[in-house]
């Protein structure tokens, strides 16, 4: 397994700190390693450590309360600081009072959840998201395991760690439906009152397969209808906040550079994970438009920017990327190669001044910038740390 190098840069200033770090994101996304690395680099100077993994029933079965977690803790402990790493605890914010106590006992404190509703019952907490590989590591990964791993792959199939070990298509098809079950099942249907299954799957599945596209509550709920499935509005609000809890999708604003605010009630949804789309694809329909602009909002992430969709009145640029004081605007499509896609592509950054970067990313193997945008081949942009390393 590749170290996550990244993310432990994260998470290294905030070891020796008395907040409850919180290691957020998918299952199956890799959190449980993410967190033995962590204990690796714990150990390099202290063995004061005790992990309790609660998918164990030798562990679930024996601490049940905060007050059991208490006990096991101080008759495990050593002296000095405690690093305690807790791994899908079932309902850790009915523990926050006994976790406050043991962080002021000494301990550092890490929880690997898979839901951010956890994040809202703790207090003194700081958050870190692990989500699914990015490219660069999924390459690093196929290499090690001697496995082949194409961009083309990472479009289609997305960065679950575990795809890797699956030599075909069929087997990665069946992975990502039963993981996607899994999601549906343990972080929704049983945590929460869905009263209506059924529908429930049909809105997950409607919003997954609408990946990159500007949706509101309101447009949802009348496809839905149009198709014989009574949904209110307030249900679809309700389902989509379950799906972002879990995180299956997210999602990111507009602004309107014309009126000077940002746009209300219509965002632009994203899978946390392009293989979703991909699975649900009935024959097999290969949609690399839109998983491509999914992709590329995946990267951007993961190198740490802010995301916003940027509009012109009727024109949208796809990212307004800022970090460190400094925006691009960035447009992502899979192919420009037709004049009429070029221009239209194009046409957006023509409405803005020159004040911010302005690129155009798509798979394209030939250069079309121009003197005022930067075409980034994908094959390129996948392989930078920073977009400023373009320029």
């Known amino acids: 397994m590749i170290q996550r190098t990244h993310e432990l840069a994260l998470i290294e200033p905030l070891v020796n700190q008395d907040q409850i770090k919180l290691i957020l994101g998918i299952r199956r996304c890799g ?3 993410f967190m033995k690395q962590i204990q690796d680099e ?7 450590i005790i992990d309790l993994d609660f998918e164990l029933d030798s562990v679930s079965s024996t601490i049940k309360s905060g007050r059991d977690l208490i006990r096991y803790v101080n008759s495990h402990r050593g002296r000095g600081t405690c690093y305690l790493f807790l791994d899908e605890p079932k309902d850790p914010g009915s523990w926050n009072a006994s976790l406050q106590t043991l962080r002021n006992q000494n301990t550092s404190i890490f929880i690997a959840c898979s839901s951010s509703f956890t994040s809202e019952q703790l207090t003194h907490t700081v958050t870190i998201q692990i989500r699914p590989f990015v ?7 196929a290499d ?3 496995q082949s791993f194409t961009i083309q792959d990472y479009l289609l199939f997305g960065g679950f760690p575990s795809l890797i070990t699956l030599t075909d298509s069929r087997t990665k098809y069946q992975y990502l439906q039963d993981l996607f079950s899994t999601i549906i099942l343990n972080e929704i ?6 009263q209506k299954p059924a529908l429930f799957l049909k809105t997950a599945n409607k919003l997954l397969q609408s990946n990159c596209q500007l949706l509101s509550a309101s447009s949802i709920a009348e496809q839905l209808n149009s198709h014989e499935a009574s949904c209110s509005i307030t249900t679809v609000q309700t389902y989509i906040r379950y799906l972002k809890e879990a995180f299956i999708i997210s999602s990111i604003d507009q602004y309107d550079a014309k ?13 946390t994970d392009v293989g979703f789309n991909t699975m649900l694809r009935q024959n097999r329909d290969m949609d690399l438009t839109h998983n491509f602009e999914n992709a590329i909002y995946n990267e951007l992430l993961f190198k740490g920017y802010s995301l916003i969709v940027f509009r012109y009145g009727d024109y949208e640029i796809d990212f307004l990327a800022s970090k460190n004081h400094v925006d691009y605007l960035i447009q992502a499509a899979y192919s420009i190669a037709e004049n009429s896609t070029r221009e239209r592509e194009f046409r957006p950054f023509d409405l803005t001044d020159n004040s911010m970067r302005k690129i155009m990313i798509s798979n394209d193997d030939f250069d079309l910038s121009t003197g005022t945008v930067k075409h980034i081949k994908s094959k390129d942009f996948l392989e ?8």
């Open 144 to 146: 090690q395991m001697h």
């Open 135 to 141: 490219y660069q590591q999924m390459k690093q990964y």
């Open 384 to 391: 930078l740390d920073d977009l400023n390393d373009a320029f």
């Open 189 to 194: 249907l049983m945590k929460h009152p869905v």
């Open 259 to 271: 009126i000077k605010r940002n746009l209300l009630y219509y965002e632009k949804l994203y899978d």
């Open 31 to 33: 959190k449980t390693v």
């Open 42 to 48: 714990v150990r390099k100077h202290s063995t004061n």
